[in-house]
């Protein structure tokens, strides 16, 4: 076979290509671009998507190098400065106790969208391999594996997470983890039911015949197919990750004051809503931009990252 | 000594509605560089037979219940994962039905051509991709360099079925397995890809069990022949044996419904009734009750031994039946009802 391979790189030359045949692009002929790249190139096509990674990208940064630049402590208070109107010296305005509104938002956004992120990650990560791998075994395993699911489902978020305060006593990551563990749930699930429709399909007998091990196949054959349905999911996750963040910490079991989050915030917000209304619109109108923009990063994503979307 | 020698295979598959005896005692041997063809009906365990030399049965509740499968001096079916997987690929590769879903849709062919190639042989990434180049032009894939790095969607149904080829060859196996390879592609295609798996097979001097029911296509290319019927072993021999002096009943019948084989303007040969149900014990022998010849004793008891007629040529003797005359002679009467029953049909054909 090995004299064959010259005849292929001969065939490589671009005169092949003839007047009136599909130019074929530098792109094209990039060799082993994967499934990242494929889907990166069709991003870049939906705007919607690109803008909205863009916005994504600014609140982030905003948010991290934000309280940088600013000159005044999230914390610090200033009774005599007390809820005030946007003005030149406070863009947000203030709050009840004088603090500067931007900067707590932009402190705010920093532990709303590491808790999103982090517990979202996380919850992807169980998510995908265990319903990945208990529909693939299937049987009893799987059963098994989905009872504990039902299981922990039935659970109720609160308790379980007083439950791990009480234990552990109170910190961020715990809540990182309560939050992750409760998310995975339907991610196992959803991943679960695609990959058993997935495994009768004769591609996956055909990596079987093809002498590739269980994991190999899981890994490399069936997560890719199922990348749509948790790419949305996920970018579904965070708005609901950071809602139940801001859910514990009205409980007094998350973000304790006087540090924020936008939950916090929020809440905070609603309850001078009437008097003070800049009180709840810049966090809210933060929170509701970063739930749009993922929720069109996700919809881009998964048009993105199927093959069969057009490419052209 | 054979490349693969199959002795008294045996795979059932037990479910809740009691125990599915989809292969029962099939025999066979091939050499390298042979072509072995595997026909029968639907149901009758060509594909299972397959399957199960694969090791590809879903256990439970598929279950290969004895028999051995020397393949180079290994028993295929005692083989571990571990040592399954080396052969799986490497040393016998397996072309499914239906090529449309038998590739991945989310990865380029490039890659799972590569896949397959560093799987089983130590080679860097950049060889590997051009040597699925050549594979992809040996199958007949029209400026292999550029579409290897297409997905699945973007090839047709043929085309699909040629990459398959190429994936399953691209390791230069001592056994290539063919699953009704054609069945699912439209009939110009099957013509083109018969020839591809052949040339290749010249090529190569790969072993081919070439499971089909199309008669034409095992009297074009194969050596032997294996008759399966509800699980067992009919009839199996050379393809001269086979097509020349067919001995079991069923061989003759299949053969009769070959359309090209029939006159012009004459009704289509079938053979009357279904295949057996293999969930439950079949008495004798497993054609009895479509038998046309005229029966001449009950079926019990196991199913009938085989016997060589002739050197390699055995049959499952049945002796049920009075099979000693050529199959036309039954027929014919048969015909004469057929015409009785429908003149109008046999008038408006004459």
């Known amino acids: 076979m090995t004299d064959h391979s ?12 003839a007047a009136g045949a ?6 094209d002929l990039v060799e082993g671009s994967s499934l990242w790249k494929d889907a990166w190139s069709r991003l870049k096509k939906n705007k919607l998507a690109v803008g909205s990674l863009a916005v994504f990208i600014f609140i982030c940064l905003f948010c991290v190098v934000g309280p940088f630049l600013s000159p005044y402590d999230a914390n610090a208070q200033d009774l005599f400065a007390g809820a005030e109107g946007p003005s030149a010296d406070h863009w947000f305005g203030t709050d009840t106790l004088g603090r500067d509104l931007m900067v707590r938002v932009m402190e705010g956004g920093r532990i709303s969208l590491l808790v999103g992120l982090v517990a979202t990650v996380v919850a992807l990560a169980i998510g995908v391999i265990y319903g990945a791998t208990a529909g693939y075994v299937g049987g009893k395993v799987d059963a098994s594996m989905m009872r504990f699911v039902d299981l922990l489902y039935a659970l109720p978020f609160t308790i379980f997470v007083i439950l791990l305060m009480v234990a552990f006593g109170r910190s961020m990551w715990l809540m990182f983890v309560a939050i992750g563990c409760v998310e995975w749930l339907s991610m196992a699930r959803i991943v679960r039911s695609g990959v058993i429709s997935l495994k009768k399909q004769e591609f996956v007998e055909a990596a079987v015949s093809l002498g590739y091990s269980h994991r190999r196949i899981i890994i490399r054959h069936l997560i890719p197919n199922v990348l749509g349905p948790v790419i949305v999911i996920s970018t579904l996750t965070v708005p609901a990750v950071m809602l139940l963040e801001a859910f514990l910490s009205f409980l007094g079991l998350g973000v304790q004051p006087p540090n924020a989050s936008w939950g916090v915030l929020i809440n ?45 | 000594m054979a490349l693969l020698e199959v002795n008294d295979l045996t795979t059932h598959f037990h479910t809740r509605d009691g125990v599915v005896r989809a292969v029962d005692g099939v025999s066979f041997s091939l050499d390298r560089g042979e072509t072995l063809g595997i026909v029968g009906e639907s149901g009758s365990g060509k594909s299972v037979t397959c399957y199960s030399l694969m090791r590809l049965i879903p256990e439970p509740p598929g279950r290969i219940e004895r028999g051995t499968a020397m393949f180079d001096g290994q028993d295929l079916l005692k083989m571990g994962p571990r040592e399954l997987r080396k052969i799986r690929g ?25 896949e397959a190639l560093q799987m089983h042989t130590d080679i860097d990434r950049k060889s590997a991709v051009n040597k699925a180049i050549a594979a992809l032009e040996e199958v007949g894939i029209p400026e292999a ?20 080829i190429a994936m399953a060859l691209i390791t230069e196996p001592d056994l290539l397995i063919a699953d009704e390879p054609t069945t699912a592609l439209d009939v110009t295609v099957q013509a083109q890809i018969m020839d591809i798996i052949k040339q290749r097979q010249n090529d190569l001097g790969t072993a081919v069990i070439l499971v089909t029911h199309d008669l034409g296509v095992v009297a074009g290319t194969c050596d032997k022949v294996l008759v399966m019927y509800g699980g067992r072993e009919m009839e199996s021999g050379s393809a001269e044996q086979i097509f020349y002096h067919p001995r079991h009943p069923y061989t003759r019948a299949l053969q009769k419904t070959i359309p090209s ?13 279904l295949p057996p149900d293999v969930s439950k014990p079949i008495p004798g022998c497993a054609f009895y009750p479509r038998c046309p010849y005229p029966k001449t004793g009950t079926p019990e008891g196991e199913r009938p031994a085989l016997a060589e007629i002739e050197p390699g040529h055995c049959w499952s003797a049945c002796g049920f039946c009075d099979s000693s005359a050529p199959i036309e002679t039954v027929l014919t009467k048969a015909g004469d009802v057929a015409d009785d029953t429908l003149p109008e049909t046999a008038g408006s054909n004459a």
């Open chain 1, 6 to 17: 010259e005849t292929a790189v001969l065939g490589d030359k671009p005169a092949t290509a």
């Open chain 1, 22 to 27: 599909p130019v074929i692009t530098e792109e």
């Open chain 1, 268 to 312: 905070e917000g609603q309850a001078n809503m009437e008097i003070y209304p800049w009180l709840l619109l810049f966090p809210a109108g933060f929170f509701a931009v970063t739930l749009f923009c993922l929720n069109f990063i996700g919809d881009g994503l998964r048009d993105a990252l199927d093959p069969k979307s057009a490419k052209d």
């Open chain 2, 90 to 114: 490497n040393r016998i590769s397996i072309i499914f039905q239906d090529p449309m879903t038998s590739l991945n849709p989310y990865l380029r062919i490039s890659t799972q051509l590569v």
């Open chain 2, 145 to 164: 360099s550029k579409r290897v790095h297409s997905y699945p969607h973007e090839f047709s149904g043929g085309m699909r079925q040629r990459v398959m």
């Open chain 2, 261 to 273: 084989l029939q006159a012009k303007g004459q009704e289509l040969f079938t053979i009357p009734g």
